[in-house]
């Protein structure tokens, strides 16, 4: 083989994508590589937050008696050369003790006009994923995922009375494919703790 077909096979090996630009086959349009202004809706989440966080009462001796006071943290930052975020979420008991720990990837979608996101339920090890609008001043979201007791759930959730300083998350959930909700599955209030968080 001369030198200069090795050189071609290498480059083709090694570098597909300038093989296929110098051939011009199969070559696909570059996708934009700036983030749209979209792409910032959801920095009103970047930085450090304290949470009171609300859950229905599971059964009647709950109802009764009261739930447990649960409180947490959020804490996001850019990610992704500005295309999304990347947070996570920690829930715990008045004791200080773990409840959840959700790590989460937000990315704006410029082609479906909306936001793509993936979340891991760190201590369960089961992931959800949802898409995101913003829709008057407030981000709604639409997901599936894994619950607790292992069945599938549908989710819908507005994150809404946003400002710089505090906002208000409230998830509904539905276990028959959205037929009925459990409304404030999941409540959360959040005040602003400090500015960009560190990873």
Same mark, same amino acid.
């Not at 996101?117 to 089961?126: C, E, F, P």
């Given at each position: 083989?001369?030198?200069?077909?090795?050189?071609?096979?290498?480059?083709?090996?090694? =570098?597909?994508?300038?093989?296929?630009?110098?051939?011009? +086959?199969?070559?696909?349009?570059?996708?934009?590589?700036? =983030?749209?202004?979209?792409? =910032?809706?959801? &920095?009103?989440?970047?930085?450090?937050?304290?949470?009171? $966080?609300?859950?229905? =009462?599971?059964?009647?001796?709950?109802?009764?008696?009261?739930?447990p006071?649960?409180?947490?943290?959020?804490? +996001?930052?850019?990610?992704? &050369?500005?295309?999304? %975020?990347?947070?996570?979420?920690? %829930?715990?008991?008045? +004791?200080?003790?773990?409840?959840?720990?959700?790590?989460?990837?937000?990315?704006?979608?410029?082609?479906?006009?909306?936001?793509?996101?993936?979340?891991? &339920?760190?201590?369960?090890?089961?992931?959800s994923?949802?898409?995101?609008?913003? $829709?008057d001043?407030?981000?709604?979201?639409?997901?599936?995922?894994?619950?607790?007791?292992?069945?599938?759930? $549908?989710?819908?959730?507005? %994150?809404?009375?946003?400002?710089?300083?505090?906002?208000?998350?409230?998830?509904?959930?539905?276990?028959? &494919?959205?037929?009925?909700?459990?409304?404030?599955?999941?409540?959360?209030?959040?005040?602003?703790?400090?500015g960009? +968080?560190?990873?």
């Amino acid at each position: 083989m001369s030198l200069r077909a090795t050189l071609a096979l290498l480059v083709s090996i090694h =570098a597909p994508g300038a093989a296929l630009a110098q051939h011009g +086959a199969g070559q696909a349009a570059q996708p934009p590589t700036t =983030a749209p202004k979209e792409a =910032a809706q959801f &920095d009103f989440l970047i930085g450090t937050w304290d949470l009171t $966080v609300k859950v229905p =009462a599971p059964n009647l001796a709950a109802r009764i008696h009261g739930t447990p006071t649960l409180t947490g943290s959020w804490k +996001a930052w850019r990610a992704f &050369d500005g295309w999304g %975020i990347a947070d996570e979420l920690r %829930i715990t008991d008045a +004791a200080g003790n773990a409840r959840a720990l959700t790590h989460t990837l937000r990315v704006f979608d410029p082609g479906a006009n909306r936001w793509s996101q993936t979340a891991l &339920d760190v201590y369960r090890s089961r992931f959800s994923t949802a898409t995101a609008e913003w $829709v008057d001043g407030e981000m709604h979201l639409s997901g599936r995922g894994t619950g607790v007791d292992g069945k599938p759930y $549908v989710s819908r959730t507005r %994150i809404h009375a946003i400002t710089s300083t505090s906002f208000k998350f409230q998830q509904d959930r539905s276990t028959d &494919d959205g037929k009925t909700w459990i409304e404030g599955s999941l409540r959360i209030d959040a005040k602003r703790t400090g500015g960009p +968080a560190p990873r």
